[in-house]
């Protein structure tokens, strides 16, 4: 990011033609659809007395959505941590985000999956925040891009509360609480491990059942650790619950530089140096510490985009699709396998849709990319 607001290049608002679809055909299998992703992770559901398991078949036979990323290679679907000593600078950041995801526009050369954005500013009143965006952004707005300043607590109506917000804004990608505290029932029991990750854990079956993304301000402790994590004021029950966790520090609390170790399930762990401009109120990316690994072209995906190029569309079983690229030297069940368990990168890597479907003859696979 420049020292230019944000938004001087685009066209900030957000249509209703770029809402989310939370329909799933009956029998689809497809990667790309939304619903699905409830069920990357068990909820601990039984059937009786007896546990819910899936054989390893079963896991190689089906295909899971994959976890779009909200913010590419930073944040993804479920439930962060985003923890800093008290004025660091967090909710800039926050607001920084959630403006570019709602607003569809690039966080630091990092693409935004485009969706409604709901602040919960718990700490904050209106006339604060229509200061503080006003510095940061002008007088451009994100419509998109909504804001409360009291809410339940998450024992006391507050999961209502988001569900009916979400009702009535069902292409919402972004929940942000600002912060943690604010949502915690008040109990004499608020350091207990089981307390904080039953309070992570009930935001993520929520996340994972709307297929969005919620990230938690919380704050650091004052003891320095030499370990950036172990910094989270409160018990290893909230990281140890959540998707990942941002972790906010400076050297000294005028500093304009900070930095911003992540750590996740869906990502590599990575430090951050960002550089705080203070005309604007922005968050400046300056360098990161480690360069992320790239996994190798696979050789079987591209020889599918390669095919699709030509054809756009494939429809039909494993074996046609072989008899099409005779290269990939496969069994059809070893293809179809293959394909369930690469389906994610394929869609990431070239923007293939894939999908399978039983029927009378058996499965019929579809490839087709995105835009068709």
Same mark, same amino acid.
Request: charged letters at 25%; aromatic letters at 8%.
């Given at each position: 990011?420049?020292?230019?607001?944000?938004?001087?290049?685009?066209?900030?608002?957000?249509?209703?033609?770029?809402?989310?679809?939370?329909?799933?055909?009956?029998?689809?299998?497809?990667?790309?659809?939304?619903?699905?992703?409830?069920?990357?992770?068990?909820?601990?559901?039984?059937?009786?007395? +007896?546990?819910? *398991? &899936?054989?390893?078949?079963? =896991?190689? %036979?089906?295909?899971?959505?994959?976890?779009?990323? $909200?913010?590419?290679?930073?944040?993804?679907?479920?439930?962060?941590?985003?923890?800093?000593?008290?004025?660091?600078?967090?909710?800039?950041?926050?607001?920084?985000?959630?403006?570019?995801?709602?607003?569809?526009?690039?966080?630091?050369?990092?693409?935004? +999956?485009?969706? *409604? &954005?709901?602040?919960?500013? =718990?700490? %904050?009143?209106?006339?604060?925040?229509?200061?503080? $965006?006003?510095?940061?952004?002008?007088?451009?707005?994100?419509?998109?891009?909504?804001?409360?300043?009291?809410?339940?607590?998450?024992?006391?109506?507050?999961?209502?509360?988001?569900?009916?917000?979400?009702?009535?804004?069902?292409?919402?990608?972004?929940?942000?609480?600002? *912060?943690?505290?604010?949502?915690?029932?008040?109990?004499?029991?608020?350091?207990?491990?089981?307390?904080?990750?039953?309070?992570?854990?009930?935001?993520?079956?929520?996340?994972?059942?709307?297929?969005?993304?919620?990230?938690?301000?919380?704050?650091?402790?004052?003891?320095?650790?030499?370990?950036?994590?172990?910094?989270?004021?409160?018990?290893?029950?909230?990281?140890?619950?959540?998707?990942?966790?941002?972790?906010?520090?400076?050297?000294?609390?005028?500093?304009?530089?900070?930095?911003?170790?992540?750590?996740?399930?869906?990502?590599?762990?990575?430090?951050?140096?960002?550089?705080?401009?203070?005309?604007?109120?922005?968050?400046?990316?300056?360098?990161?510490?480690?360069?992320?690994?790239?996994?190798?072209?696979?050789?079987?995906?591209?020889?599918?985009?390669?095919?699709?190029?030509?054809?756009?569309?494939?429809?039909?079983?494993?074996?046609?699709?072989?008899?099409?690229?005779?290269?990939?030297?496969?069994?059809?069940?070893?293809?179809?396998?293959?394909?369930?368990?690469?389906?994610?990168?394929?869609?990431?890597?070239?923007?293939?849709?894939?999908?399978?479907?039983?029927?009378?003859?058996?499965?019929?696979?579809?490839?087709?990319?995105?835009?068709?």
């Amino acid at each position: 990011m420049d020292n230019k607001r944000i938004v001087t290049a685009q066209n900030v608002s957000v249509g209703a033609d770029n809402e989310q679809s939370h329909s799933v055909p009956k029998h689809s299998n497809s990667i790309t659809d939304n619903t699905g992703a409830r069920n990357l992770q068990a909820t601990g559901t039984l059937v009786g007395e +007896n546990l819910e *398991t &899936v054989s390893m078949d079963e =896991l190689y %036979d089906t295909v899971y959505p994959i976890k779009k990323p $909200l913010v590419e290679d930073l944040v993804y679907n479920g439930v962060y941590l985003f923890v800093g000593a008290p004025k660091v600078g967090k909710s800039f950041l926050m607001a920084e985000i959630g403006f570019c995801v709602s607003a569809g526009v690039d966080l630091w050369g990092h693409k935004t +999956n485009q969706g *409604t &954005v709901l602040y919960l500013a =718990l700490e %904050d009143d209106y006339a604060r925040l229509q200061q503080r $965006l006003s510095k940061m952004f002008g007088i451009d707005v994100a419509e998109h891009f909504y804001f409360a300043t009291r809410s339940k607590n998450l024992n006391e109506g507050l999961e209502e509360q988001l569900k009916a917000f979400l009702t009535t804004h069902p292409d919402t990608r972004l929940i942000i609480i600002d *912060t943690l505290q604010k949502i915690k029932e008040i109990s004499g029991d608020k350091f207990s491990y089981a307390n904080d990750y039953d309070i992570i854990t009930k935001l993520k079956h929520f996340a994972d059942d709307h297929n969005i993304c919620i990230l938690v301000v919380h704050h650091t402790r004052k003891m320095d650790s030499s370990d950036a994590f172990e910094m989270i004021s409160g018990t290893n029950g909230l990281l140890g619950a959540a998707d990942g966790a941002f972790i906010m520090q400076k050297e000294k609390r005028t500093d304009l530089k900070a930095t911003v170790d992540i750590t996740g399930r869906d990502q590599q762990d990575q430090r951050l140096h960002l550089k705080f401009v203070p005309n604007l109120c922005l968050w400046e990316f300056e360098k990161a510490e480690t360069e992320l690994w790239k996994e190798p072209e696979d050789e079987m995906l591209l020889a599918i985009h390669t095919y699709l190029m030509d054809a756009e569309k494939f429809e039909g079983t494993a074996s046609e699709l072989l008899e099409k690229i005779p290269s990939l030297n496969l069994q059809p069940n070893q293809l179809t396998r293959k394909l369930n368990i690469k389906a994610g990168r394929l869609f990431e890597d070239y923007g293939i849709k894939y999908s399978n479907q039983r029927c009378h003859d058996g499965r019929i696979i579809t490839l087709e990319y995105e835009n068709e």
